[in-house]
């Protein structure tokens, strides 16, 4: 049985090849969604905080936070798994560590800090 994988940006099941993001070849990008990486880029200019928002917003929406106070467990569970994705994993500084650093020099080519 496979491993399921998580899109490294908002942490969607990524359970079916037609919402796999795309590099700027039009290739296959396994790390990411579509609705977080196309063409090769990040989708939207925003912190962990802000996607954390954006997901909550739309697992609500969508009725999958029906029952009363599912809204603050679900912000609770991807304040704790958010970091540890790749858009938001960087450590290099304690400003990387918040999910964005403009500033950050870091030569790791894992290092999505300064795509805000």
Same mark, same amino acid.
């Given at each position: ?5 998580? @899109?490294?940006?908002? &942490?969607?099941?990524l359970? =079916?090849?037609e919402?796999?993001?795309?590099n700027?070849? #039009?290739? %296959?990008?396994?790390d990411?969604?579509?609705? @977080?990486?196309?063409? &090769?880029?990040?989708?939207s =200019? ?8 954006i #997901?909550v %917003?739309?697992m609500?929406?969508?009725?999958m936070?029906k029952?009363? &106070?599912?809204?603050?467990e ?11 994705? %790749? ?29 805000k």
């Amino acid at each position: 049985m496979n491993e399921m994988k998580f @899109c490294q940006s908002c &942490g969607m099941p990524l359970d =079916n090849k037609e919402i796999v993001g795309t590099n700027r070849d #039009s290739s %296959k990008n396994e790390d990411y969604c579509v609705y @977080c990486f196309k063409d &090769g880029k990040f989708t939207s =200019n925003c912190t962990m905080e802000e996607m954390i928002e954006i #997901s909550v %917003k739309h697992m609500s929406e969508s009725g999958m936070l029906k029952e009363q &106070g599912k809204t603050e467990e679900a912000r609770a569970f991807m304040n704790s798994f958010f970091p540890n994705l %790749k858009r938001w994993n960087c450590t290099c500084t304690n400003e990387c560590a918040s999910g964005f650093n403009p500033n950050c020099i870091c030569s790791n080519p894992e290092c999505h800090c300064t795509e805000k």
